[in-house]
């Protein structure tokens, strides 16, 4: 056959499929090239004529507005860049926050599926059909406009036993702030954590060895606490006092406190978001045999054990795909933010936009931040993908 | 392995050499181009006039507020009313001696000047202020303010909030990508306030949080107050804080890069201050045009100087615009006036007859 071939090379190369596939594709890749730089140059004309040339610059300037909520100092004699980092750190806490209560409640719902029970098994599907046939758009507004913006008035917050307050403005939990014994009691902390460590090391090798595993995380926990409760009355100063929030003015001051527009985003997102993942779930759990669960229960496994030890590490591999997927949509979607008035990085850059007519080089950033922050998200869960399917046997 | 190689030697070269096309062609382009387009001006659509533009499709665009009554609102029947939107209507009468020749684009404040950049719109008539950074880094140009506003803060009245210090510590409602953003961050960072600003995307969603409590206050402009405060349900259980916190001056906007266009948007608003001025309305400009003796007049109505050609429109221009919207004192009590449920006080938008700002240079 090769011969063969080589003695038909008579053909001429505009007659050889392979030169004209060859030849079609480099013409298909320069075509979209010649487009891209097409685009490009017409969009940096275009500016250059609106006297507006593309450049970051103004990134330096002062970006002179307030931002609500943020997890860095930030003041309005800032420049525009903090502005952005203020709005990305938002972005941030709320998706990474956002995705770990998601797959939480995404997994409960997912399992509770597929109980024999039926009324549990019904109140998920409902659940399930009833969440993801919204837009999140709509269900933002009505969460924040029937929800948070109608929970009580500061000056009727409704409380819990005085140690934690829920307004319209936000919730206030009391917390604790450090007092003079913190120093020292720092180093009791440490110690604790320390004995903890040591303590469940220990206890998991024993159990190894015997075959019976302890509960040694009970264990641990309750050593830390032990130290704990021991420093804290042998150190004469007392090392944290509680931060009541009390009504001061107009607003409650002291404790931690959650927004009604972080809640409105946070709890939107982790409600729609949970509806999908428990489908992605409930389709792992099916893809995996039944015959595995059967020798499960033939070896007098548990319900929960057979879902822990056989069930979940195989429906893994199935999971791990499509909820990629669900994660970086959680993210993406964090941008609906804007809506509900809490400052994430789109609704900050469209604050920077309409001060500074810089939309191109905003709208980049943005898109630049959003595709990395995906793109890292979607490396890590391809890693874990791999790692999962390494323990296939 | 040779026929390979052969392949990929092949693929390189002919790529080289269409890649090599490309770059050559297109930096070939530009000189073609450019002597090309002088003989046959129509290859080149950049350069073609905003007015051209307009006349070929038939109808301005505008970029309207659609929220704010008074001034752009959408109205139960699907259609605009407001002192921004005749402003709008007098602009198609001149250009087109017929006021319904428009089509009102609503925008939010964060779209506006994008979608003026973009040309997407002709001429923007949103309530948008006037500032230095605007004008200079949006690549905008403003007309001549047609209303002098100024930022305010309405709150409960028993709220007990009589000044901004008495706001210390709590939130204020504020609507995205308005200078008031700006404006209220400097007033509190003047007077040391600490406040927390909960920003929203649309005017009826920081009133929506205003209303529920969530907000202490709400600020924006004083017309802009007056004008939200009219749609709250119990008007009367809330109040405007005497303080200003900034200047507002408020009027259409152009594209930089077209003077024509930019000119005739100015002359406009001219048009209806020098109506004003010389006591010439819709109700008596006929009247006016056939007895005109003074030259202002008559300079004013198209029956003598060409002051519509000048522009590059028709030289009743001024006349259509009196006759099909009104003067400016006509327009304002229509929309804002003592008939009205605003009844906002001239103020500042006086004549300057009468002791306000609106001053128009020369018809001459």
Redesign the interface.
Known sequence: MATNTRKGSTVPFWRDERYLQAIAQVIVVGGIAALGWWLIRNLLTGLESLGTPLNFRFLGQTAQFDIGESMISYTRNSPYVRAILVGLLNTIKVSSVGILFATLFGVIIGVARLSSNWLVNRLAAAYVELLRNIPLLVFLIFLSSTVFHKLPLVAEAASIGKWAFLTNRGIYVTWVHKAAGWSTYQWVLLAGLLISVVMSVLLIRQGRRTGRMPLWFLWALLSFIGVAVVGWFIIPATPLVPDIPTLQGRNFQGGISLTPEFMAIFSGLVIYTAAFIAEVVRAGIQAVSKGQREAAAALGLSNFMTLRLVVFPQAMRVIIPPLTSQYLNLTKNSSLAIAVGYPDLFAVGGTIVNQSGRAVEIILITMGVYLSFSLLTSLFMNWYNRHTQLVER | MS?KLL?VL??LI??VL??GA?ASN?TADKPAEQTASEPAPQEQP?TKSTLDVVKERGKIICGVNQAVPGFGFLQSDGSFAGFDIDFCKALSAAVFGDTSKVEYRPLN??QR??AL?GGEIDVLIRNTTWTL??DT???ANFAPTTFYDGQGITVRKDSGVNTLED?????ICVA???TT??N???Q??ARGID???????TAD?TT??YL???C?AYTTDKSGLVARMSLFPNPEEHKILDETLSKEPLGPVV???DDQWFDIVKWVVFATFTGEEMNINSQNVDDAKANATDPNVRKLLGLEGDMGQKLGLSNDWAYNIIKMVGNYAEIYDRNLGPDTVFNLARGLNASWVDGGLLYAPPIR
């Open positions: 026929r392949i092949a693929v002919l790529s269409v890649l490309c297109t950049a404040a964060k000047f994008t950049q950074t605007r880094e949006l690549g706001l210390a510590g709590g939130s995205a990508g308005t953003e700006l209220l961050a400097d509190m960072a406040y927390t600003p909960v920003v929203f995307e969603e929506g949080a529920d409590g969530r202490d594209r930089q890069g």
